[in-house]
């Protein structure tokens, strides 16, 4: 394949530990490390160059942000937290639907604002049970209500856009921001792939403002430009491709993770489901903005 950076190969399996439901990767710059969930089995995993890490919590995990050199901010099916890397303990910093059993909190991402969009889902993915929230300056407000399955929440910081999926109803919408990051309209559909079945998950935006949409049940990552055309596709090789990130050196690597539930590997598989991939010099990335704590 070629794109319009040149010819783009998966040129290894980043790291070979398979998940059930990887997601939410994150790289950590001053560390050069790569971070990311596995849902169900209640992990968060590292990969970097002091080696593979992997710490299990006592609920579900879905999302990870930057806070500084030594914190994360984690995501759990009940609310949101800071994670001290050294030793994984979590301070917890807001409740998210916790007094509801049957929801847990899924895709999430840090806004250039220093804001966090968390988006919620039943755990049976009941139609409209979830929601997308904005947590900012220790404030959790309601930006998106009856959602089914949140998912390819990204910011485009130039055009001051937020894009967000439900993956059950195989759409996208696009919001315009204020200056302080808030939606300054009413959503507008971006992406519709009800008639082909595409489920978009997880997603982030290039420096050129392209997105870059992992396909679950599709095998690949598709390059997305700003006008909503497909115009470059990446295969993982593994059928549920779950969501990509910037990273590396000049962020020129997209790492994706990938997720094995409900799939059982045969010999002719080139990818074992659920480990985590690379593709080297495909896509010029950016890194992710920093949550504030204040």
């Known amino acids: 394949m070629m794109t319009e950076q040149g010819e783009c190969r998966v040129v290894d399996v980043f790291d070979d530990r398979a998940c059930g439901l990887g997601e939410g990767p994150l790289w950590h710059p001053d560390r050069q490390e790569l971070f990311w969930v596995d849902i169900p089995n209640q992990k968060v995993m590292s990969s970097g160059v002091e080696g593979q890490r992997e710490h299990r919590f006592d609920e579900m995990v879905s999302a990870l942000a930057l806070i500084d050199a030594d914190t994360l901010l984690l995501a759990t099916e009940t609310g949101l937290h800071s994670l001290a890397i050294a030793d994984w303990t979590t301070e917890r910093l807001c409740d998210i639907e916790a007094g509801d059993p049957e929801t847990r909190s899924n895709d999430g991402r840090a806004d250039p604002w220093g804001g966090f969009w968390i988006g919620t889902m039943s755990k049976s993915a009941e139609e409209g049970a979830g929601a997308v929230y904005r947590y900012y300056r220790g404030e959790l407000h309601v930006l998106v209500p009856s959602i089914t399955i949140p998912n390819g929440i990204c910011f485009d910081h130039g055009a001051k856009l937020a894009y967000f999926t439900d993956s059950a109803a195989k759409k ?8 302080d990051g808030w939606p300054a309209a009413e959503p507008e559909l971006f992406l519709d792939f009800t008639e082909d079945g595409t489920t978009i998950d997880g997603a982030i935006i290039d420096q050129q403002g392209h997105i870059l949409a992992a396909i679950f049940d599709g095998g690949a990552v598709f390059r997305i430009s700003p006008d909503g055309k497909i115009v470059d ?4 090789q593994t059928p549920r491709s779950t969501c990509p990130a910037f990273g590396g050196k000049n962020y020129t690597d997209m790492f994706v993770t990938t997720a094995a539930i409900g799939l059982a590997n045969v010999e002719s598989d080139c990818i074992v489901h659920g480990t985590t991939l690379r ?6 990335g950016v890194a992710e903005p920093v949550f504030r704590t204040n």
């Open 233 to 236: 596709r990446f295969e993982t």
């Open 279 to 284: 593709f080297a010099g495909c896509v010029i």
């Open 172 to 179: 996208t919408w696009r919001i315009a921001l204020d200056d």
